[in-house]
Nanobody, 124 residues
């Protein structure tokens, strides 16, 4: 059974930094493609960042809204994926979801398994 559990959310001031963690079980983060989504109230869910598995090619992918401010990474020994977010803005406020998934033939990330989400609030 695949399970992904997020942690690390919270309240942070604008301009601050946060690192979200995603502990996986039942799936290897070194093999599976992994991704982070977010959803703010009243807004569509957005794929924030994704990374291929060991068999994939290409580097991480980021939404334009976070590009240059965020880094997705993984620790294979801990079977954990991270999302480091810097220079946070109020518009980054959302529930962030970790997912395990795959890339389609068109190179698009699709999530197969979802975590429960962790709230990130950026406010002074």
């Amino acid at each position: 059974q695949v399970r992904v559990v997020e942690s690390g959310g919270g309240l942070v001031q604008p301009g601050g930094t946060l690192r979200l963690s995603c502990a996986a079980s039942g799936v290897s983060v070194s093999i599976s493609a992994m991704g982070w989504y977010r959803q703010a109230p009243g807004k569509q869910r957005e794929l924030v960042a994704s990374i291929t598995g060991i068999s994939g090619s290409g580097g991480p992918n980021y939404a334009d809204s976070v590009k240059g401010r965020s880094i997705i990474s993984r620790d294979n020994a801990k079977n954990t994926v991270y999302l480091q977010m810097n220079s946070l803005k109020p518009e980054d406020t959302a529930v962030y979801y970790c997912t395990a998934g795959r890339y389609t033939r068109r190179g698009l990330y699709e999530a197969d398994y979802w975590g429960q989400g962790t709230q990130v609030t950026v406010s002074s």
